[in-house]
């Protein structure tokens, strides 16, 4: 009964390799997100999706592109990685979109490492 | 200036202390507040959002001060569980802004 699943929950690749982590959510939720976790514990937001649309694009590199085929899903596609990219990447989902109030449940995180 | 700021920490205190969390945000149109709390190693978890007239929940209490620009979050008779980092989240028109954290360990 996982409400914001992510795979994987580790991820340790090399530099200049392009991967990929996928969330999914089972709370009917219309707003998805990604947050990045440095070594700093700064969180970051990434990304949103509402019904699937980006409502927010924060400066990111365009390495990053994240892609929801549906609303319970949104993945996030890293090209070419770099050793800055190693933090941990949370998903997370809200019922309304962020204008309004509201609880984010975030998935349990996937740990990048890039060497 | 950091949108939103925190002291660190870390917080080390007894079990039943009382100890205090304050957190400054830097956009005086914010709109909603939260803390949220975060394991070591774990996702981030709503502890509770925080009311213009301020809000108690259980051992915890939350303030919001939107004249000087600061939440704060109050715990009372502290237990070895509410050990953790606790984040001070702060709405604006479309983002969420999480502060960097305080670290609260709770000793026997």
């Known amino acids: 009964d996982t409400a914001v699943s992510q795979t994987p929950k580790y991820l340790v690749t090399q530099m200049g390799n392009d991967k990929s982590i996928k969330c999914e959510q089972n709370?009917?939720?219309?707003?998805m997100y990604w947050y990045k976790q440095d070594s700093k514990k700064f969180l970051k937001i990434m990304f949103s999706?509402?019904?699937?649309?980006?409502?927010i694009n924060e400066t990111v590199p365009n390495r990053f592109s994240p892609k929801s085929p549906d609303k319970a899903h949104l993945n996030l596609h890293i090209n070419s990685l770099e050793l800055g990219d190693s933090a941990v990447y949370f998903c997370?989902?809200?019922?309304?979109?962020?204008?309004?109030?509201?609880?984010?449940?975030f998935g349990p995180g996937t740990r990048l490492t890039v060497l | 200036r950091k949108e939103v700021e925190q002291d660190p920490g870390p917080f080390n205190v007894p079990e039943g202390a009382t100890v205090a969390f304050n957190c400054t945000y830097s956009?005086?149109?914010?709109?909603?507040f939260f803390w949220y709390r975060q394991d070591c190693r774990k996702e981030p978890k709503l502890l509770m959002s925080?009311?213009?007239s301020g809000n108690e929940d259980g051992r915890f209490t939350a303030q919001l001060n939107r004249a000087s620009q600061y939440i704060s979050l109050l715990i009372r008779d502290s237990k070895l569980s509410d050990s953790a980092t606790y984040l001070c989240?702060?709405?604006?028109?479309?983002?969420?802004?999480f502060g960097a954290g305080t670290r609260l360990t709770v000793k026997p």
């Open positions: 999706y509402n019904n699937k649309e980006l409502i």
């Open positions: 925080v009311y213009s």
């Open positions: 989240v702060v709405k604006d028109n479309n983002d969420m802004r």
């Open positions: 956009n005086s149109a914010s709109q909603s």
């Open positions: 997370a989902s809200s019922q309304v979109a962020a204008r309004r109030a509201d609880t984010q449940y």
């Open positions: 709370l009917g939720h219309d707003t």
